[in-house]
């Protein structure tokens, strides 16, 4: 059994920053790619960032410049790092992994941009 667990998020007012982490425990095998999604209400679930096993990284257009995806592979943990936060980016932010063929999710986080 996997289990994801999330921390980080909350409120946070427009400019600012907030950083979230997820850690992998439990059977764990090789983890391979390990990202972030997000679903703000009322849309579908968007990929925000993902990182490989050696480091690459890709972010969503809207996240570019402004976020950071990083990993500690001996911890099995991923962060993101995020910086001059927006309205638009309020959301609930769900940490993955793929180990093996699996897709193992956090449980989610709220994240709250407001003045």
């Known amino acids: 059994q996997v289990q994801l667990v999330e921390s980080g998020g909350g409120l946070v007012q427009p400019g600012g920053s907030l950083g979230l982490s997820c850690a992998a425990s439990?059977?764990?095998?090789?983890?391979?790619?390990m990202g972030w999604y997000r679903q703000a209400p009322g849309k579908e679930r968007e990929l925000v960032t993902a990182i490989t096993k050696g480091g690459n990284t890709n972010y969503a257009d809207s996240v570019k410049g402004r976020f950071t995806i990083s990993r500690d592979n001996a911890k099995n943990t991923v962060y993101l790092q995020m910086n001059s936060l927006k309205p638009e980016d309020t959301a609930v932010y769900y940490c993955y992994i793929l180990s093996g063929t699996y897709t193992y999710w956090g449980q989610g986080t709220q994240v709250t941009v407001s003045s």
């Open positions: 439990g059977n764990v095998a090789s983890i391979n790619d």
